[in-house]
Structures are given as structure tokens and as C-alpha cells.
């Protein structure tokens, strides 16, 4: 089968590789039918990701047809369609238990990362019976690619742990597809104001598009003032980062109100200052979180219902084959406008 394999920093190849196997009985071999690229595999290209070795196969978003199970998978047969998580659980261990999957002792996120992943005509999925969710008959399966990490993302890390309430002011800082997942899912809990900071006006023009309330152009504004001007002098009640640069962790902090909530959601790679001169007596609270995908179900029936519409993300279609091209599209995101791009296997 051919396959999107990383070789060390910088360089990648669509190339030959073995279709896999099953190599435990829980496992399923799922044929990709459609797959996207996800931020996190630009930072692998950069030999950021040092767990991912040379040789692997990128990916851990997509959809499928199941191709073949072990003899244990009890929940799906060959022909089924299904859903791939990016995140592995066994549903066994005291995480899973906690329904803490991204920590799962025996998953987690590992697809694309330290097994291979879905960049491929054919991926192996182990723990099938935790690790995918049913495709109901009739869906648009284009839209449930971006189930498979970007929206559970933006929801659970940004919207669930910022504890978005009816009538709050929430700030989202970075509008990229993750945190424009975040302003699409926020809007489920009827916020007053949903405040979009980033520094792209294309950006902010989609983020206007998708239902928020205000803008601010962090290369051009003074995002304090205009946050002081929006908000009464108070501050926003929910700070969302989705950007994961020390910057804008210090964004979130400058305009924080008392009793708000900070929500990380970016991947930091650096050292993040805390001030907490100015933040000791706020009553704020910062939390962090992996996604755990605890919420892909009712993301599914949002979507199924029409509350939700992820395909508003996909900019740009491409075969999977053409994976190449999909991948400059992609990095080059601002002169491209691309916010994420679908690839079909055919
Ligand atoms: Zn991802
Ligand atoms: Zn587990």
C-alpha cells in the first residue's frame, strides 16, 4: 500500500510500505477512505515530536471502512464504517476508568506518533472496540473527519475546561481550526460575547462567519484596551489559548476577569511566565488537558442533528495520493487560507 512516511526532520515521502496486519486480537485493519492533516504533523516534520522515529507513518485523524478484525473485536465487522479516534483506548486501565483515555496505559495518543497512523491507504487501530466509534448510515463522512481530533479538541480542552456558561464574555486567542472548533462548540452553552484574537484579518473574517461576536487583530490593536473596552473594564470571564506560544498564554492572563477561567489548549514547546503578582488574588483558575475524546458521541449527534457543522472547517480537497501538495497547502496556511485540508482515498 502507499503511505505518508516521516524520515526524520524536514523530509517526509508518499511511498510503498507493507499493509498491515493484525497484531493482537483487539486490533482492526481499517482501509482510510478520508483523511486531513493536523498541526501537530508540521511540528513532527520539525523534529519537535521526539517520540516519533524515522520510518513512521504520520496521521491520526480520518474515517474507514473496516477491513478486517481480531478475533476478540466484538463491536464491529468488516464493511462496517467507522470513526477513528486520534486518541487509543484500552478502557481497562485506571485512566480509562477515569475516562482519562489520553493517558491510557496502554494508548493514548500513539497513532501517527509511536505506531503508525492514517496517512495510509490501510492503518491498524488497536483496542477496535474502544479506539472507534460507529459511522451512523447516511452521514457526511467528510464532516467526521474533523471529529476525530480538532472538534473534540476545541471542545473539551478549550470550551468544557474554561466552563463556558450562558451569558459569558469568552475570549478565544488563536483562529485556527482548533480554536475556531472551540468558537463553533462554545456557542452550544449561549455565551454573551465570544471575543476572536489572532493576528491573520482572513482568519478573523471565517471567525466573524462562524458567530463571533467581536474581533481583534492582535498585530494592529492593543488587545488590552480593546478587551477593556468590550468587557466594561472587567475582563473576559473564559480565556481560551489555541495557540500554545508563551505570547499568548500571556494574552489569556493580561485579560483575565476575577473569577475566569484560562483554558489551555496549545501545544507549548517553551517555558510559559505565570504571573502570579498579578494574578495571586484574581480567584482565577488555569487548567490543562490533553483531549480525551470523552465527547466524540455527542459531538456525532450535534452534527447528526445539524447543531454543528465541522465540514465549515475543510478548505481544500485533495486525493490521498496528492498527499504532497496537501501538506505545502496546509503549511503555507496564511498566503494558502487553508484551514483544513480533506484527502480522499479513492
Ligand atoms: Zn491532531
Ligand atoms: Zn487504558
Redesign the pocket.
Known amino acids: 500500500m502507499k503511505a505518508l512516511v516521516y524520515h526524520g526532520p524536514g523530509q517526509k515521502l508518499w511511498e510503498d510500505k507493507p499493509k498491515p496486519t493484525l497484531i493482537h486480537p483487539t486490533d482492526a485493519i481499517v482501509k482510510i477512505t478520508k483523511t486531513t492533516i493536523c498541526g501537530t504533523d508540521l511540528h513532527i516534520l520539525k523534529g519537535d515530536v521526539a517520540t516519533v522515529e524515522p520510518g513512521r507513518i504520520l496521521g491520526h485523524e480520518g474515517v474507514g471502512v473496516i477491513e478486517e478484525t481480531g478475533l476478540s473485536v466484538s463491536s464491529f465487522r468488516k464493511g462496517d464504517h467507522v470513526l477513528i479516534s486520534c486518541i487509543t483506548?484500552?478502557?481497562?486501565?485506571s485512566?480509562?476508568r477515569k475516562g482519562m483515555?489520553s493517558h491510557?496505559?496502554?494508548?493514548g495518543w500513539i497513532l501517527g506518533n509511536t505506531i503508525d497512523g492514517t496517512q495510509a491507504e490501510y492503518v491498524r487501530i488497536p483496542y477496535a472496540d474502544t479506539s472507534l466509534y460507529p459511522i451512523p448510515s447516511g452521514m457526511d463522512e467528510e464532516a467526521l473527519v474533523m471529529l476525530s481530533d480538532i472538534f473534540p479538541t476545541g471542545f473539551e480542552c478549550g470550551v468544557l475546561n474554561g466552563e463556558v456558561h450562558p451569558g459569558d464574555t469568552v475570549a478565544i486567542v488563536g483562529a485556527g481550526p482548533i480554536g475556531l472548533a472551540s468558537l463553533l462548540t462554545a456557542q452550544f452553552f449561549s455565551p454573551a460575547k465570544i471575543i476572536m484574537i489572532d493576528p491573520d484579518a482572513n482568519r478573523l473574517e471565517i471567525a466573524k462567519e462562524f458567530g463571533a461576536t467581536d474581533v481583534i487583530n492582535n498585530r494592529t490593536v492593543d488587545v488590552m484596551q480593546r478587551i477593556q473596552l468590550l468587557t466594561e473594564e472587567k475582563g473576559v470571564d473564559v480565556a481560551i489559548e489555541a495557540v500554545g506560544i508563551p505570547a499568548t498564554f500571556g494574552i489569556c492572563q493580561d485579560i483575565i476577569a476575577p473569577g475566569g477561567r484560562i483554558a489551555n489548549v496549545g501545544v507549548h514547546g517553551k517555558s510559559a511566565e505565570l504571573h502570579l503578582e498579578s494574578l495571586w488574588s484574581k480567584n482565577i483558575t488555569i487548567r490543562t488537558r490533553l483531549v480525551d475524546t470523552v465527547t466524540t458521541s455527542m459531538l456525532l449527534k450535534t452534527v447528526q442533528a445539524e447543531k454543528l457543522q465541522p465540514s465549515q472547517l475543510i478548505t481544500h480537497r485533495f486525493a490521498l495520493s496528492d498527499i504532497i501538495s496537501a501538506y505545502d497547502t496546509f503549511s503555507r496556511a496564511a498566503e494558502t487560507r487553508s484551514l483544513k485540508v480533506l484527502l480522499t482515498n479513492s
Do not use: T, V, W
Open positions: 483506548s484500552c478502557g481497562r486501565c485512566y480509562c483515555y491510557c496505559e496502554n494508548g
